[in-house]
């Protein structure tokens, strides 16, 4: 089993930036961790990725340029920068991982997180 622990959400005005932060723990392996938002509403949707293996990143297009992904192997650990936050980036925002063939689908990702809420105001 794997236990994600999310943290940095909050309430942001639009042009703000938060960090979130992922801390994996427990002994099952995965190939790759995963940012996913549920907006108000709406269905989850993919926000970011990276592999362990390989750091080139991968985003959707609606946070390429103002979101950024990066990973801390030594502490099992994935966070998001998100800068030029916007109203639309509302949302709950949950961290996946897993043993991933396809970084943004969420049905490849075997384990998640409880969610951390970010509202951004306008």
């Known amino acids: 089993q794997v236990q994600l622990v999310e943290s940095g959400g909050g309430l942001v005005q639009a042009g703000g930036s938060l960090r979130l932060s992922c801390a994996a723990s427990?002994?099952?392996?995965?190939?790759?961790m995963g940012w996913f938002r549920q907006p108000p509403g709406k269905e989850r949707e993919f926000v970011a990725a990276i592999r362990w293996s390989v750091g080139s990143p991968y985003y959707a297009d609606s946070v390429k340029g103002r979101f950024t992904i990066s990973r801390d192997n030594a502490k099992n650990t994935v966070y998001l920068q998100m800068n030029s936050l916007k109203p639309e980036d509302t949302a709950v925002y949950y961290c996946?991982?897993?043993?991933?063939?396809?970084?943004?689908?969420?049905?490849?990702?075997?384990?998640w997180g409880q969610g951390t809420q970010v509202t951004v105001s306008s």
């Open positions: 996946a991982a897993g043993w991933v063939l396809t970084v943004a689908t969420a049905r490849d990702y075997g384990y």
């Open positions: 427990g002994r099952t392996s995965t190939n790759a």
